[in-house]
């Protein structure tokens, strides 16, 4: 076994993340725009993991997950990246490891890293795939987003332009290349419109997008309900059961271990909202209670107490 991956898989095995996987801000792979170097996590599957704080300059946007499937037909990328020069990146890594064209990119989402790169793909005559909800979102934020990354990641940004998918789908996708099968997989609301998972079931393995995360703590948007992703995540996600996650945000891990930092979060921050309201809290009151067991989390400062103020407001009236 290489010796990163034995690293990896002691460090998974013995405290459920890999070792490498303790806070580090600075960049993994400085030469490189990526934030880290891409990592085989069971044969012909491969992720560049991302920064799990925000986008910034320092980490060319790269705060999400990039993964990718190697076969003997091509390979599929799943996420665009969140910016052309990203995109580019990822794929020199990917003619480093194999010969096979790239053929197909998958959207996980509708967010500027998941989509902004699409403009480096399409230049590449690669087919980009997403879901309708996610094509959507993208139409109407994408100039937004846009905006957003060329403000932070000033000349990184070159070459970034709003492409949106080639192709969208409703509930289900399935590719078989190479003798791999592929399905891209719709499972329910969860963290934003069109959230998707590619799910490889001979493999058991699932890139999971952000139906899941690990290390850092999810952040609820004002169209996130959360009651909602808890039910996805527990009902048709679980229901996968996958023996090898990548998440959207974080290491490869384990189903027990993107449980413990999505839907236990999620539940353990409407049951602390929830006795705040019953005990007449109000919404200024509920920014501040205890989310202290995921104060170690990355994104923790900036996320936990705009989180408990969204799920006041959704639960509120319940």
Known sequence: ???????????????????????????????SLLYDTPVEVIPNVWVSVGATQPSTYDNSGHNNNLSFVVTSEGVVVVNGGGAFLLAKALHDEIKAITDQPVVLVINENGQGHAMLGN???????????????????????????????????????????VVEPTEVFGDKKVITLGGTVIEVLHLGPAHSPGDISVWLPEQRLVVAGDIAFHERIPPIFDETIVADWIETFEGAFADLDALYVIPGHGHPTSMAQVRRFTSDYLIYLRKMIGEHIDAGGDLAGAYYVDQSPYAHLHTFEELATRNAGRVYEQMEFE
Do not use: C
């Open 119 to 161: 403009s480096y793909w399409a230049g590449q005559g690669v087919a980009i795939l997403a879901h309708e909800e996610a094509a959507a979102d993208f139409a109407n934020r994408g100039p937004q987003s846009l905006e957003s990354a060329r403000r932070r990641l000033n000349e990184r940004a070159e070459g970034t332009e």
């Open 1 to 31: 076994m290489p010796a990163l991956k034995l690293i990896l898989t002691i460090g998974l095995l013995i405290f459920g993340h890999p070792l490498s996987a303790r806070p580090i801000v600075a960049d993994k792979y400085p030469e």
